[in-house]
């Protein structure tokens, strides 16, 4: 069973940054799109940013549009989020997630995506 492992969450003062990963426990997933969701609290899971497996083409949502970045590195099966400019309603969990459905496509859909990891909190304090 493929698990998803998230590090690099923690509390930050606004302005700070942080840098998430999300490593795959087996298997690959070098040709399939990953991605990045967060849940505020009373919220719904909303996309934050997705990459396709050749890493060519990225969507971000617009509230963090130039301030977060999604990288992977396919040799370890892992994908990044590196978030810079923190703002307090960037508080949230961060889940990652990733599929084997969209080959060399991108997705944007919770429900498109089949495996998620664990979470982790984001705090930014104002």
């Known amino acids: 069973q493929v698990h998803l492992v998230e590090s690099g969450g923690g509390l930050v003062q606004a302005g700070g940054s942080l840098r998430l990963s999300c490593t795959a426990s087996?298997?690959?997933?070098?040709?399939?799109?990953r991605a990045w969701f967060r849940q505020a609290p009373g919220k719904e899971r909303d996309i934050v940013a997705a990459?396709?497996?050749?890493?060519?083409?990225?969507h971000y949502a617009d509230s963090v549009k130039g301030r977060f970045t999604i990288s992977r590195d396919n040799a370890k099966n892992t994908v990044y989020l590196q978030m810079d400019g923190l703002k307090p309603e960037d508080t949230a969990v961060y889940y990652c997630?990733?599929?084997?459905?969209?080959?060399?496509?991108?997705?944007?859909?919770?429900?498109?995506?089949?495996?998620w990891g664990q979470g982790t909190q984001v705090t930014v304090s104002s």
């Open positions: 997630a990733a599929n084997r459905k969209v080959l060399g496509g991108i997705s944007l859909r919770r429900s498109e995506y089949d495996y």
């Open positions: 087996e298997g690959t997933f070098s040709g399939y799109p």
């Open positions: 990459i396709t497996g050749s890493s060519r083409n990225t």
